[in-house]
């Protein structure tokens, strides 16, 4: 399986006192921050935070994706129905997996009483609200859509 990675995008801010950048003699002060707040579309108030990618992380996500992508791989590839389900399970397993790798919090959104986040976004909230925190992590990942479909 190849992965691709999309580069941070990082903002440089003003030109106050700094480093000095080593080109232009000018100082640059950056700042960064590591999450995003995506909107939710499908239910109103809600909102993601999503945390962008870095090496360590993509470190860790690598990791942590590599052998079940290989598993469901390999059973998708195969005949028998009980094969195409283990498949399948695996394949939902890495979206639980890609979830609760990259969605830091969820706000404006409660199941049963209780405020949500990402793990009670995944056990007991809505399939669609899962599945649009699954592509806004999948989107800061990166990941084109052949690599989509294989991880």
């Given amino acids: 399986m190849k992965f691709t990675w999309l580069l941070d995008r990082r903002k440089k801010l ?3 006192s700094g480093e000095h950048n080593g080109r232009s003699g000018r100082t640059v002060e950056g700042e960064y921050t590591s999450e995003a707040v995506v909107e939710s579309h499908a239910i109103a108030g809600v909102q993601f935070r999503i945390a962008k990618m870095s090496f360590g992380r993509r470190v860790e996500l690598m990791r942590r994706v590599r052998e079940l992508a290989r598993r ?3 059973l998708a590839a195969g005949d028998a129905t009980n094969q195409k389900m283990d498949a399948a399970l ?3 397993e890495i979206e639980r997996l ?3 790798w990259g ?3 969820v706000s404006g959104l409660t199941v049963d ?4 986040g990402p793990e009670l976004l995944t056990e007991a909230g ?6 649009e925190a699954l592509a806004a992590v999948r989107k800061e990942t990166g990941l084109n859509e052949e690599e989509r479909k294989n991880s």
């Avoid at 809505?126 to 599945?131: C, K, M, Q, T």
């Fill in 14 to 16: 003003g030109s106050k």
């Fill in 72 to 74: 469901a791989e390999f």
């Fill in 90 to 92: 695996l394949e939902a």
């Fill in 98 to 100: 890609y979830v609760a």
């Fill in 103 to 105: 969605v830091r919090a």
């Fill in 113 to 116: 009483g209780m405020p949500a």
């Fill in 126 to 131: 809505p399939e669609e609200l899962f599945r």
